[in-house]
């Protein structure tokens, strides 16, 4: 596949004896398939991630043995159940080192976590003439849900600008803060440029004005070790497909007196204490914010990503991922009319590019017939695509268990796309 | 397997690389855009429409290879067709782009060339999106046509 003068200086890829990326590999069980006859390598991490056999097995397991509704009944299914629902919980609050399980609330993704802010903890704060901070690097969902609440109370949004890096204009992004400031809304990494966002600062100047802080945490659970006391972010969210678990699973994570004042998301079976038709007393946390029977096996899956992660070690991801960063990186930039769109000095591992002439839908496709997924548009990032002046880019996005070789399949994919457009 | 040459045709990369009829229209009295949210593909199409004929048409904007090229062999294969000509020829391309039986691709000229599109779903939107602009210009409709 790569010829000898590509692989001369490609750093060896289990050149560490605590992490063998061929050995995580065969966890993958889809990694084994071909497309269009070709091995799959699939660099759309960043949409979402393929499940290890632990996790698929943790779903089968609930299905088959385990299956019943939570928080209901006597029998002892049903309590087997909520209890691998509430240790799930347990598990995300020691991966995001939350002081309290009440902190953690189980939603579908991302999406929902900051629509849950927006409309509980925003419609009863934000007022006429307040201000919302984001970025111009925001995902969509990390948008447009503060400009229906802004519609809703009358306040403005404020957008922080990135320079030609990518990267945050501190500066900025500080001169917004002012005594109208109630919220910041950022991404802790983003998905379309891989840019890490300096959390701590942005926290520390958005506190010294009094505003509150979430975080879109979609795109950095996955690759680093997040600390929500250390960053001291008030609410922050994340899917969990994106870490290896299944869709339809999320987390909003809330300082608990935050969540204690807020005001309910829906109403529902689960979430309230008593109900009669004159009053309703609602439930405590976290249970408050999970109307309805929620999506057990998803959390009980998202557990379980989450421990297979553990137990391979994030530091160790991350170490990998930003070798084959660097590596990708450096062979992407070898390619004729190649531009990096997100050329941060602080990046997880995402390749946004266009190539020159080409558009990125046809990249994709013509990769795609060489068994390489990479995902093209404007990855719901469409103020961004319009900061770079570019329509769409093609982004190739990386997980745990990519390899240097699948960098060179991605330069060689690359040269033949021009071949064809030649 | 699909093979790539069966979609990028020689003559829809010369098309994408050097759109004819690339341009704005001074006489246009209809025009519309077409917008496809998913990949950002943007093309307006002007036109110029007297006694139901199609007098002459223009288009500008951005989109991969497939849109691009469809749109400039679009406006070659209507331009001075009359309006239910085009879009009966509109039919008959959508048929062949999606696959359907029953339609002789070589009833469409040059533009039978987008018959391998059929072999890929996705990019059906890319090669029907200036079409799909060109109807709502013909239909006097004023917003911009969405693939979605």
């Known amino acids: 596949m790569t010829t000898a003068a590509n692989t001369a200086f490609r750093p060896q890829a289990a050149a560490h004896a605590d992490f063998d990326v061929y050995k995580v590999r065969a966890d993958f069980p889809i990694l084994a398939r071909t497309i269009h006859g070709k091995p799959l390598v699939y660099l759309d991490n960043a949409a979402t991630t393929q499940k290890p056999q632990a996790v698929i097995d943790t779903m089968v397991r609930y299905y088959t043995a385990e299956n019943s509704n939570i928080h209901r009944g006597v029998h002892t299914l049903s309590e087997q159940a909520t209890q691998s629902y509430e240790q799930a919980r347990a598990t995300v609050r020691q991966f995001l080192n939350a002081g309290d399980p009440r902190e953690i609330i189980f939603v579908r993704g991302t999406t929902e976590g900051i629509n849950l802010v927006a409309q509980t903890w925003g419609r009863a704060n934000i007022g006429r003439e307040d201000e919302i901070v984001i970025s111009a690097m925001e995902h969509h969902s990390n948008i447009v849900p503060w400009q229906i609440l802004c519609e809703q109370q009358g306040a403005n949004l404020q957008v922080a600008p990135v320079n030609d890096a990518g990267e945050l204009m501190l500066d900025e992004f500080e001169k917004l803060l002012g005594p109208k400031t109630k919220l910041v809304a950022m991404a802790h990494v983003s998905n379309a440029l891989g840019t890490v966002n300096p959390v701590r600062k942005i926290v520390e100047a958005a506190h010294r004005v009094n505003a509150r802080v979430l975080l879109d945490g979609a795109q950095a659970v996955p690759h680093m070790s997040v600390d929500v006391r250390a960053i001291d972010c008030d609410f922050y969210a994340f899917s969990g497909h994106k870490v290896y678990a299944p869709t339809g699973i999320g987390i909003l994570y809330g300082k608990a007196e935050l969540l204690e004042a807020m005001p309910p998301y829906q109403g529902g079976g689960d979430m309230i204490s008593s109900v009669t038709f004159e009053k309703t007393l609602y439930n405590r946390l976290p249970h408050k914010f999970e109307a309805g029977t929620p999506h057990v096996s998803g959390t009980i899956g998202l557990g379980a990503a989450l421990d297979y992660v553990n137990s391979t070690g994030i530091e160790r991801i991350a170490r990998h991922e930003k070798q084959v960063l660097a590596y990708g990186t450096r062979r992407l930039l070898e390619i004729p009319g190649l531009r990096l769109i997100g050329t941060a000095r602080e990046k997880e591992g995402i390749l946004s590019f266009v190539l020159e002439g080409i558009h990125p839908h046809d990249v994709g496709t013509i990769l795609d017939q060489e068994g390489i997924a990479i995902r093209t548009g404007h990855h719901c990032a469409q103020p961004l695509m319009e900061r770079f002046g570019v329509p769409a880019t093609a982004r190739a996005s990386l997980a745990l268990y990519n390899t240097m070789e699948e960098m060179d399949a991605l330069a060689n994919g690359l040269l033949k796309v021009r071949e064809v457009f030649a | ?148």
């Open chain 2, 1 to 148: 397997m699909p093979d790539l040459r069966d979609l990028y045709q020689d003559i829809i990369l010369e098309h994408s690389k050097r759109p004819r009829n690339y341009r704005t229209l001074e006489a246009a009295n209809r025009k519309a855009e077409g917008f496809n949210p998913l990949c950002g593909d943007h093309f307006t199409i002007y036109l110029e429409v007297g006694d139901g004929q199609i007098r002459d048409i223009s288009f500008q904007g951005s989109g991969c290879a497939i849109s691009k090229a469809s749109a400039s062999m679009m406006t070659q294969a209507v331009k001075g067709k009359r309006t239910e000509e085009a879009e009966e020829l509109f039919q008959k391309f959508h048929h062949v782009v999606t696959g359907k039986n029953g339609v002789e691709s070589n009833d469409l000229g040059k533009l039978a060339a987008f018959a391998g599109v059929s072999e890929y779903p996705v990019r059906v939107k890319c090669a029907t999106l200036a079409w799909h602009a060109l109807r709502a210009a013909l239909q006097g409709e004023q917003h911009a046509v969405s693939t979605e």
